[in-house]
Antibody, heavy 120, light 110 residues
Framework: QVQLVESGGGVVQPGRSLRLTCAAS????????MHWVRQAPGKGLEWVAV????????YYADSVKGPFTISRDNSKNTLYLQMSSLRGEDTAVYYC?????????????WGQGTLVTVSS | QTVVTQEPSFSVSPGGTVTLTCGLS?????????PSWYQQTPGQAPRTLIY???TRSSGVPDRFSGSILGNKAALTITGAQADDESDYYC??????????FGGGTKLTVL
């Protein structure tokens, strides 16, 4: 069955960088677009970024464009989110999500999330 | 910037029917926005209910259905149960690779 396991979260100081990882299994990773979504404490879901199945296309929410970079390694079935110049507003649980099908990029299966806390 | 709108809260009686909506601050939602719906309980990851307007995700009971109603996407729950009490989020595809979530609806079953 589909499994997505995020890691790399933790407490980081403002202005520092952090890389999140999402390990995928149970499906052919290289066939699906992948997303990152975040949720600040007590707030709603915010779409962060998407990367196409082959890594050739990447799109970002305006709120993270520039400091955040999405990438993937299809040989390792792994999705990444490199976050730099972190601010308090980036404090959130970060989820990776697999597109529902190979035809649509609609978000489908979700990981359990990893918490990033930006604080001095 | 276009905002995706959802009712902040809604209440339904057990066994009742409720329709949650997902709109745009400017314009109408159509199937071209590929609306999807997600259910989330506190402390848990979201669960996909509906994608591409009206396709149910695997394992989702058929009492959850998606549609376009007027100028909004809609999620209808028929025969509401106590464990349907959750937060519900919609997301819309805005084009250019960009997706935007609504603010979510807190559904109370009582």
């Amino acid at each position: 069955q589909v499994q997505l396991v995020e890691s790399g979260g933790g407490v980081v100081q403002p202005g520092r960088s952090l890389r999140l990882t999402c390990a995928a299994s149970g499906f052919t990773f290289s066939n699906y677009d992948m997303h990152w979504v975040r949720q600040a404490p007590g707030k709603g879901l915010e779409w962060v970024a998407v990367i196409s199945y082959d890594g050739s296309n990447k799109y970002y929410a305006d709120s993270v464009k520039g400091p955040f970079t999405i990438s993937r390694d299809n040989s390792k079935n792994t999705l990444y989110l490199q976050m730099s110049s972190l601010r308090g507003e980036d404090t959130a649980v970060y989820y990776c999500a697999k597109a529902m099908t190979t035809v649509t990029s609609s978000l489908g299966y979700w990981g359990q999330g990893t918490l990033v806390t930006v604080s001095s | 910037q276009t905002v995706v709108t959802q009712e902040p809260s809604f209440s339904v009686s057990p066994g009742g029917t409720v329709t949650l909506t997902c709109g745009l601050s400017s314009g109408s939602v159509s199937t071209s926005y590929y609306p999807s719906w997600y259910q989330q309980t506190p402390g848990q990851a979201p669960r996909t209910l509906i994608y591409t307007t009206n396709t149910r995700s695997s394992g989702v009971p058929d009492r959850f259905s998606g549609s376009i109603l007027g100028n909004k996407a809609a999620l209808t729950i028929t025969g509401a149960q106590a464990d349907d009490e959750s937060d519900y989020y919609c997301v819309l595809y805005m084009g250019g690779g960009i997706w935007v979530f609504g603010g979510g609806t807190k559904l109370t079953v009582l």
